[in-house]
């Protein structure tokens, strides 16, 4: 690795997500014992492996802080930065903590035509396109870091950094992009690196 990598990890497995796995975790979700223990062991990893971050940047999050904070006790970094750019998509507010069969009419509706309608959202959540345009900002100022201070290690979220893989490899639709994040696959602790993988296309991911 170089000096001037960017990693991606995302956070470690939340209440939220340990409790009910098909359900849209709420944002104040916190860190799970268990997504600490993936946290520690993927840090651990990367520092055998040699790497340590100039910078450590999260998701406001509590579960990317939390995960964030984590990472920083092994690699030796006590100072971390937060950036509201890197937090996770915002689900509509009606879908916080539920799962497909809690679903509201309002939201099966909203969800059947967003595709098309790339710029509305319901209340308490982010227009594709606001995701879409937040991902590549996200992105700019983490490359801009990485030129500025060497090796930066950013937490986030699995969706954002499916639209950050997405934008990376020059797929600019809006519909395409979020298609793309919505099949992307990190797991809990995962680490994605922009130089070493390939995005494919969502019906190559589907099963």
Request: aromatic share 4%.
């Given at each position: 690795m170089t000096?001037?990598?960017?990693?991606?990890?995302?956070?470690?497995?939340?209440?939220?997500?340990?409790?009910?796995?098909?359900?849209?975790?709420?944002p104040?979700s916190?860190l799970?014992?268990?997504?600490?223990?993936?946290?520690?062991?993927?840090?651990?990893?990367?520092v055998?492996?040699?790497?340590?971050p100039?910078?450590?940047?999260?998701s406001?999050?509590?579960?990317?802080?939390?995960?964030?904070a984590?990472?920083?006790?092994?690699a030796?970094?006590?100072?971390?930065?937060?950036d509201?750019?890197?937090?996770?998509?915002?689900?509509?507010?009606?879908?916080?903590?539920?799962?497909?069969s809690?679903?509201s009419?309002?939201?099966?509706?909203?969800?059947?035509?967003?595709?098309v309608?790339?710029?509305?959202?319901?209340?308490g959540?982010e227009?594709?396109?606001?995701?879409?345009?937040?991902?590549?900002s996200?992105?700019?100022?983490?490359n801009?870091?990485?030129?500025?201070?060497?090796?930066?290690?950013?937490?986030?979220?699995q969706?954002?950094?499916?639209?950050?893989?997405?934008a990376?490899?020059?797929?600019?639709?809006?519909?395409e992009?979020?298609e793309?994040?919505?099949?992307?696959?990190?797991?809990?602790?995962?680490?994605?690196?922009?130089?070493?993988?390939?995005?494919?296309?969502?019906?190559?991911?589907?099963?």
């Amino acid at each position: 690795m170089t000096s001037t990598d960017v990693i991606w990890m995302r956070h470690g497995t939340c209440t939220d997500g340990r409790e009910r796995p098909d359900a849209h975790a709420r944002p104040g979700s916190p860190l799970h014992p268990d997504g600490l223990a993936q946290v520690t062991a993927a840090a651990r990893s990367l520092v055998r492996e040699g790497w340590r971050p100039a910078l450590i940047i999260t998701s406001p999050l509590p579960r990317a802080a939390a995960s964030a904070a984590a990472v920083g006790l092994v690699a030796d970094r006590t100072e971390i930065h937060q950036d509201d750019l890197l937090r996770e998509w915002a689900a509509p507010a009606c879908v916080l903590g539920r799962g497909p069969s809690d679903y509201s009419p309002e939201y099966l509706a909203w969800r059947s035509t967003r595709l098309v309608n790339v710029d509305t959202a319901l209340p308490g959540g982010e227009s594709l396109r606001s995701l879409r345009d937040r991902a590549v900002s996200a992105s700019a100022r983490i490359n801009s870091l990485a030129q500025q201070y060497g090796a930066v290690l950013v937490v986030s979220h699995q969706v954002l950094i499916g639209c950050v893989a997405a934008a990376g490899a020059g797929v600019h639709d809006v519909a395409e992009v979020f298609e793309h994040a919505r099949t992307f696959r990190l797991e809990p602790a995962g680490l994605w690196h922009p130089q070493s993988s390939q995005l494919r296309s969502p019906e190559e991911r589907r099963p």
